[in-house]
Structures are given as structure tokens and as C-alpha cells.
């Protein structure tokens, strides 16, 4: 059974920091690819920051400079961390897991940013 948990979300001020952690089990999970994405109320899902298996990384342009994609391929682990953040980075976070012919998600995290 193939299972992503996030963790990690809240509250946090504008300017703040969080780091968001998915842990996955019943995959292989470093022959995947791992993404972040995003879903604010009313808005449509959105890739915020993916990694390859080979660790190459890509971040949507309002995130660039500010958050961090990395896995810990030893833990399963794949993590975001979200500096200088603002109030429109507020939204209920999931990761995907990728690989050809199979995706799956977490059940998400949500985060809040506001004073």
C-alpha cells in the first residue's frame, strides 16, 4: 500500500519559515520523481517545486529564490523549505509521487501565512 504522509504545515507570520517534510512508503521511492504543489481556496492545484530522481529541481517562478526542494533518498523523505514567506503562499500543500504510468499523492498540509 503505497502511502505519502506531509507534515510539518501551520501558522507562521509573513516573512516566516516553514519546512514541509512527505514521507513515502510502498514505493521505490528513489526511482521517482517528487513534487510539491499547492491548492488555495477557489484556485486550481499548482507545482510550486519537483525533483527528479537524478535530483534535478525546477520551482514555479513566485516561489523561486525563496523555497527549497531536497530528498533524503535513506528516509523516503522529500522536503520544502519555504523562506520569506507571504500571504499568498497560503494554501493546502501535497506531495506528489511520479514515475511513468503511476502518480500518487499525500493527503496535504496546510499552510497559513498571516500576522
Known amino acids: 500500500q503505497v502511502q505519502l504522509v506531509e507534515s510539518g504545515g501551520g501558522l507562521v507570520q509573513p516573512g516566516g519559515s516553514l519546512r514541509l517534510s512527505c514521507a513515502a512508503s510502498g514505493i521505490t521511492f528513489s526511482i521517482y520523481a517528487m513534487g510539491w504543489y499547492r491548492q488555495a481556496p477557489g484556485q486550481q492545484r499548482e507545482l510550486v517545486a519537483s525533483?527528479?530522481?537524478?535530483?534535478?529541481?525546477n520551482y514555479a517562478d513566485s516561489v523561486k529564490g525563496r523555497f527549497t526542494i531536497s530528498r533524503d533518498n535513506a528516509k523516503n523523505t522529500v522536503y520544502l523549505q519555504m523562506n520569506s514567506l507571504k500571504p499568498e503562499d497560503t494554501a493546502v500543500y501535497y506531495c506528489?509521487?511520479?514515475?511513468?504510468?503511476?502518480?500518487?499523492w499525500g493527503q496535504g498540509t496546510q499552510v497559513t501565512v498571516s500576522s
Open positions: 506528489k509521487a511520479t514515475y511513468p504510468n503511476r502518480n500518487y
Open positions: 525533483i527528479t530522481s537524478g535530483r534535478s529541481t
